[in-house]
């Protein structure tokens, strides 16, 4: 310490023992399911198709899901026209958190890695646990890790995408 004071007495260390990469990491199961109806007659061949995918992020509160719709017909109309359409309709849900590289605690990332393991996650009232200049070490701007991950950036998109041909012998 290069003659300065103790951080801590090792006597009456506070009682905790915070994993902060427990706290804002998380497992990402993915989950994928699609069901085709396909047929056809003399003439006509189709196809029917429903794709549901939610696949949850490695930092809380990220992730996507989406599903989509197909649909495909060929129909021979006469002995030598073939009249052909498809037609896909996705929506998606992408919830993301700004990794950022901000220094000091000041992405989540950052925060997580500079949190002190000494520091609950939140108060005796349940809020979150003030961070900032809580020991000698720990900087005036650092910011709770959980603060980062209730700001989310959500996308939500819906597409359309489709096509028609004609085919002439």
Do not use: C
């Amino acid at each position: 310490n290069d003659g300065q004071a103790d951080f801590f007495d090792l006597n009456n260390l506070p009682d905790f023992e915070t994993d902060w990469q427990d706290v804002v990491f998380d497992v990402a199961p993915i989950q994928n399911h699609t069901i085709s109806f396909i047929g056809s007659t003399d003439k006509s061949m189709y196809n029917v198709s429903a794709n549901y995918f939610n696949q949850e992020g490695v930092l809380i509160n990220s992730g996507l899901k989406r599903g989509s719709l197909r649909f495909g017909l060929e129909n021979q109309v006469l002995d030598w026209v073939k009249v052909s359409t498809n037609l896909v309709v996705t929506r998606s849900e992408r919830n993301g958190v700004n990794p950022d590289n901000g220094s000091n605690g000041g992405s989540i990332l950052s925060s997580t890695y500079a949190a002190a393991p000494l520091s609950p996650v939140y108060d005796d009232n349940g809020e979150l646990h003030t961070l900032a200049g809580e020991f000698p070490f720990t900087t005036v701007s650092q910011q709770h890790p959980l603060n980062y991950a209730a700001i989310r950036n959500q996308r939500l998109a819906t597409t359309l995408v489709g096509d028609l041909g004609v085919g002439i012998k």
